[in-house]
């Protein structure tokens, strides 16, 4: 039974990442961090009981900041492949605290690099490094491929290539099986409520319902290469069973923009998107990236994975779960009327 290492294990990537390998017989490991609330309801319904003979999900309490407890985790738990999803992800948000994302997203790249290393895995095991699109930045070419030079537009995604960089440093320096998935934007009915799409599509659905009147964005004219991220893990999985490592693009070569995105959902819903969407300029990056479109190529040639789920099927799937949501939380209203 191979044995698998996410950190980022609760965000929308790495539960999926978690369904998939224990699909496919895993015993997997993700890294999670003390709060106190509990943040584990995205992989609520993966996790059996502990103590279980039949469980084959772990979770252990750590953080990218804490190297020490990285080695030992790894040391103890010896795993074939590691999946580095954690970070500060948030692009908007890494121009309000530039240092902590500069620190996690960046820095705790080169921490489990390193424990990787010092736990004396680092020739057996295989890492895989969640890059991103948003490293191309004020892009010089359209579409963008693995060879098309980084521009970064903010503290996230400076951070994302300095990981990026560090992942192949690794791979060149040590020997390592290191890949970098440079994945174009992928949302999902568990993309965090403050990522646009997911913003949109649980607003509208609310609207809807008359639970909510307006929606504040930012910029309606940025154009993103957007994918269904229940398909993107495979990519990820994909990468770490080749017998060399490599950096590979993951796209759609579609791009649209978020204009385009609330046309789609309040369609959907059978509203106009011009009544309910209000412009608010906090949402506005200091500076913007115009343009994301990816070109999976390689990765179709040598991984055999290209996506399935097109643009309006993307956006059908997130509308009807968030309409799930919005029911219930319209039900529970008028309960306590």
Request: charged content about 30%; glycine content about 6%.
């Amino acid at each position: 039974m191979k044995k698998a290492f996410i950190t980022g294990i609760t965000g929308q990537d790495g539960s999926y990442l978690a369904e998939l390998l224990l699909e496919k017989e895993y015993e997997v490991h993700g890294i999670i961090r003390r709060s106190s609330s509990f943040n584990t309801e995205r992989i609520d319904h993966i996790y059996k009981d502990p103590h279980s003979k039949n469980n084959r999900l772990f979770l252990h309490f750590g953080d990218l900041a804490d190297p020490v407890n990285l080695v030992k985790l790894l040391y103890e738990l010896q795993p074939d492949e590691v999946y580095h999803l954690g970070a500060q992800s948030h692009v908007r948000v890494s121009f309000d605290i530039p240092e902590y994302t500069g620190d996690v997203t960046g820095l705790g790249t080169v921490r489990i690099l390193e424990a990787i290393r010092e736990s004396g895995i680092g020739k057996k095991v295989r890492f895989y490094q969640a890059s991103s699109s948003e490293m191309y930045g004020k892009v010089v070419e359209v579409p963008q491929t693995e060879v098309t030079p980084f521009r970064p537009r903010s503290p996230y995604a400076c951070a994302k290539v300095y990981a990026y960089y560090l992942t192949v440093n690794y791979r060149e320096s040590y020997n390592m099986h290191a890949s970098n998935g440079i994945l174009f934007n992928h949302e999902s009915p568990r993309r965090g409520e403050t990522f646009v799409t997911r913003k949109i599509t649980r607003a509208a659905t609310r609207i809807k319902l008359g639970l909510q009147n307006d929606l504040y964005l930012g910029n309606l004219d940025a154009k993103r290469d957007w994918g269904y991220a229940k398909e993107y893990v495979e990519a990820m999985w994909l990468m770490l069973q080749q017998d060399n490592a490599d950096d590979y693009v993951i796209a759609t070569n579609e791009t649209h923009s978020v204009k385009e995105f609330c046309e789609e959902t309040f369609a959907l819903l059978d509203l106009d998107w011009k009544k309910y969407v209000k412009h608010d300029a906090r949402y506005e990056r200091p500076a913007e990236v115009d343009l994301l479109l990816g070109n999976p190529a390689k990765a179709k040639k040598q991984l055999g994975w290209e996506p399935k789920v097109g643009f309006k099927e993307l956006t059908k799937i997130m509308v009807e779960q968030d309409m799930i949501f919005a029911k219930k939380e319209k039900a529970y209203a008028d309960s306590v009327k």
